[in-house]
């Protein structure tokens, strides 16, 4: 950003931290979370339309649940993609990309004559283009905005994903009896691309200068150069495992929570309404979480929730009755909705900010993986031995890998030498305990 003539940098540096924490960043982010609900239709338009799908192609339940997958995969690696291009570009151009993907998505799997065009369609326009462009990049742009009280804005911004879902349900059924799944595809499409695209007007401000001197983290003078003690691609891919293994463990009850119920002799409806309380008190999860990483700081709040979530899970083993399940899947809902935006406030705190959309696109990339790879395995293990108590175990045992690796990095942080509770500035050794 240009430092005007008549303006210090030090002035200028001044003027632009006003806007962290301000008026300004509050109105940017409902802007935000309006992008992100658009944008994200296109993850939940595929549960509705599936049996439609799968009628209309003459395709096997595996065939139409087909584009569920390349989507998810695609929205993951669009992210790291759309990430880096916004920390060059600026997030304007990414809703810009997302915008077109979502129009043209939506049309061309409209048009799609067969299931493969519409699996295409749907991982490269609205995976690799429309989410990816709705959820990543502006997670990043709004760590940016907020320092005070960045773990509430990153989790109000991150729950447009659920809250897309939520949104558009019903209007997508609703579009379907009325007048076809083609024609409301076509419909959701334009409206959703108009949206983003006006919406994105109001969020042209670049985010605020940085002054260069060195940030705290809760009292902790944070070289980001050597996150955790460790070089930042390393730092980088031991939070990609671990947020595959966080979310092998989340994938259990979220994919296979109606088949487990029906399993156990209750009715698909009852399933149904224990995943509408487990995904909507996820939302609750995801506030309330950042709240408390505004409090106790990213890392300390992933390891609560993760801890929490390998409970709840836990639970799922001894308890099968029908009042205990609803309790059991409204506390995983209420423990697991804030582990994946604690990645990203782990990476905007501990990394170089300057590459921070593309290091969270990563790690994000690392939890789609785990939901796609844990719904495939829970169910392998089911056909293996007719039953979801291995599943189960596997869950936990996933969980308490990512549980590990994040009570090390942790621990990497409390391992360096302290001046009054505080990092002292040029006495670090990292990689070798210093010498007293």
């Known amino acids: 950003m240009t430092v005007p003539h008549n303006m210090t940098v030090t002035e200028h540096l001044t003027d632009e931290s006003a806007l962290i924490d301000s008026r300004f960043a509050a109105r940017r982010l409902i802007t935000i979370l309006g992008i992100s609900i658009l944008g994200n239709c296109g993850m939940w338009v595929l549960s509705v339309v599936l049996p439609v799908i799968q009628h209309e192609f003459g395709v096997t339940r595996a065939q139409a649940s087909l584009p569920y997958t390349v989507t998810l995969l695609a929205f993951g690696i669009g992210g790291i993609f759309l990430g880096r291009v916004a920390d060059r570009w600026g997030i304007n151009r990414v809703v810009h990309i997302g915008a077109l993907g979502v129009s043209s998505g939506f049309v061309l799997s409209a048009l799609s004559p067969n299931i493969w065009l519409f699996c295409l369609a749907h991982g490269l326009l609205i995976g690799f283009l429309g989410i990816a462009s709705s959820f990543v990049p502006l997670m990043a742009d709004t760590s940016r905005w907020w320092n005070k009280y960045r773990g509430i804005a990153v989790a109000i911004c991150a729950s447009g994903n659920y809250l897309a879902g939520t949104f558009w349900s019903p209007i997508i059924q609703y579009g379907i009896n009325l007048v076809g799944w083609r024609t409301t595809y076509i419909c959701i499409g334009i409206a959703c691309a108009i949206g983003m695209w006006l919406l994105s007007r109001l969020i042209r401000h670049p985010p605020p200068a940085l002054a260069p ?29 671990a947020g595959i293994g966080c979310c092998v463990a989340m994938a259990m009850p979220q994919v296979h929570l109606v088949a487990y119920c029906m399993q156990l002799g209750l009715t698909p409806l009852q399933g149904a309404n224990m995943l509408s309380l487990m995904l909507g008190l996820g939302v609750v999860s995801r506030l309330l979480f950042g709240w408390v990483s505004d409090h106790i700081g990213g890392l300390k709040t992933l390891i609560v929730s993760s801890g929490l979530q390998g409970l709840a899970l836990a639970l799922f083993l001894p308890f099968d009755g029908v009042v205990a399940l609803y309790v059991i899947a409204g506390l995983f809902g209420l423990f697991q909705g804030g582990i994946v935006p604690a990645y990203a406030i782990v990476i905007r705190a501990y990394f170089p900010i300057e590459k921070v959309g593309g290091r969270i696109g990563t790690v994000i990339f690392g939890t789609l993986i785990g939901m796609a790879f844990g719904g495939w395995m829970s169910g392998k293990l089911f056909d293996l031995t007719g039953t979801y108590a291995a599943a189960f175990w596997n869950g936990i045992a996933w969980n308490l890998l990512n549980l590990t690796i994040c009570i090390w990095l942790y621990s990497r942080t409390k391992r360096s030498p302290t001046l009054g509770g505080q990092f002292k500035p040029g006495a670090i050794q990292f990689g070798r305990e210093q010498r007293r």
């Open 213 to 241: 001197e060195a940030d705290t983290h809760f009292g902790q003078v944070i070289d980001r150069t050597r996150p955790f003690g460790l070089s930042p691609n390393v730092a980088q891919w031991a939070l990609f495992v």
